[in-house]
């Protein structure tokens, strides 16, 4: 009797502490965490570190680019989906790293706020090929002003979300052809106060983080607004895998991203249809990039990359892929 009386008096006592947290949005996510991924262990050149890290994307075979702003590697170091290092270059290259983005043939594109330009790479660091007109800020067909990201279509056109200065979304042909924009600095439909990161569903829908509106704006390939939400803070970066599973790393708002300068961030999952949050967890971030198994990588301006993967040993009830219920 009186262990069972000590057992109730315990579980009241932990469903009192537990009213104290407020519920995470959605379902519990089952994920783990290595907070230094590609530094423990350490198998990078003698003396390198990251700096900022400002993106980080996966190639097919799950390797892993990092973007990093720091003075102690090169700008792009990347490694194998367990951490060990490949291979890097950019140094003296980038005024300051921003978005990187991996096509369907693995090339590897960046954005640079500073240089005001968009860069095409292969895997291996070789320059295939550049869009703006280095160190100069502009609104014409040929120029940037502070770009963020590049999202692409099945076809090989691609978006640029441009960005910091000119508030807008630049369609290109695949050739790199300039084809139309959209967008200008406002909170209306359509127009934006940042367009911080891009991606694209299976039925061409974009999805642009408007961060400095604490929304997310989605429209058609042509640039036609379908619909918003503005419930989900002000979000850094956007993911999507091929089966439409949406991940955003997110603030509560505008001035909770300055003040804390990232580290107050959540990550959640996000249905596409309704813009329901399935599921949340904290993390800093800048970026968020998707695994081929289910990884979630963030580039944190605190100079980690996050590798969250699934794993759970408290037996909860799956409720849905990466999302379990409380």
Partial sequence: MKLAC??????????????????????LLKYRVQIRFGEEPDT???GWKFGRVSAVDVDSSGNVYVFQRGPKADP???FSPAGKYLRSWGKGVF??????RIDSQNHVWVTDT??????????EGQLLRSLGTKGKAGTTPETFNRPTDVAFLPNGDFFVTDGYGNSRVVKFSREGKYLMEWG?????????DLPHAIVIDSRQNLYVSDRENNRIQIFDANGKFLRQWTHLGATQGIDINS???LWIVTHRNKEENIAYDTLAGRIMRIDTATGKILGAMESPGHWLALGPTNEIYIGSLTGNVFKWYPGWSGGLREQAPGVVSK
């Fill in 76 to 78: 792009i170091v990347v």
């Fill in 6 to 27: 000590l057992g109730f008096i315990f579980a009241a006592a932990v469903c009192l502490a537990q009213q104290g947290w407020y519920p995470h949005e959605g379902g």
């Fill in 44 to 46: 990078m050149p003698e």
């Fill in 114 to 123: 500073n240089l005001h330009m968009v860069m095409e790479f292969t895997n």
């Fill in 95 to 100: 005024a300051n790293p921003h978005g990187i």
């Fill in 243 to 245: 089966k439409d599973e």
């Fill in 184 to 192: 200008k600095r406002g909170a209306g439909p359509g127009e934006f």
